[in-house]
């Protein structure tokens, strides 16, 4: 074989190379969804007729929403504790409202927090139809602190995949780049 051709075949092997490594790195990195280490979990304890009882969290004084659009996401339901819902939410936040899930709905007056975890119990209606609320930073007396329960439905933040894939594409891409110059230069010189 002349030299030619087993430089050609390096450059092959390499490539392939570079294939199989991306091609591992994503079937490695694509399962990763990990918790970032910003998330508050709020906990909720809403009026029993609020079936489906939602969350709009914020920051003030800037306005940033954590989500799109009114009335925000509806909670999770609490597997371990009969009553209670939660969400995850940026640590950024620093206002909350807790509501029926629905426009229109009722719904809490405007709530300032701290970024930890919290136990929100929404109470009465004031005189102008909003609820107030008690919030603390420890779990009530009873409550059944259980992470895998929070784990399983909780959403998530933290997908390491899209990185992943814009690695592999930079690599094949620079590695494409490369052997079409290699392929000029060659032309050129014959």
């Not at 991306?22 to 979990?41: E, G, N």
């Not at 819902?85 to 405007?110: A, K, L, R």
């Not at 933040?157 to 060659?186: H, N, Y």
Request: with cysteine; aromatic share 8%.
């Amino acid at each position: 074989m002349d030299i030619g051709k087993e430089k050609g075949m390096n450059k092959i092997k390499k490539m392939l190379t570079l294939v199989v490594a991306c091609a591992l790195l994503l079937a490695t990195m694509t399962p990763m969804v990990v918790k970032a280490d910003q998330d508050v979990t709020i906990h909720v304890k809403a009026p029993s007729e609020w079936s489906t009882p939602g969350l709009w969290a914020w920051s003030a004084p800037d306005g940033t929403n954590v989500f799109t659009k009114w009335p925000g996401e509806k909670l999770l339901v609490d597997k371990n504790n009969s009553g209670w819902f939660y969400y995850e939410v940026p640590s950024w936040m620093n206002s909350i409202i807790i509501n029926e899930g629905i426009d229109g709905g009722g719904q809490t007056v405007d709530l300032s927090v701290e970024a930890k975890e919290m136990w929100v119990t929404v109470t009465a209606a004031n005189s102008e139809g909003k609820y107030e609320a008690e919030i603390v930073y420890e779990a009530p007396e009873g409550f059944v602190v259980a992470e895998a329960a929070v784990a399983d439905e909780t959403p998530k933040t933290g997908d390491t995949a899209p990185i992943a894939i814009m690695i592999c594409l930079l690599i094949v891409s620079g590695m494409a780049i490369i052997v079409l110059k290699d392929r000029r230069v060659k032309r050129n010189i014959q």
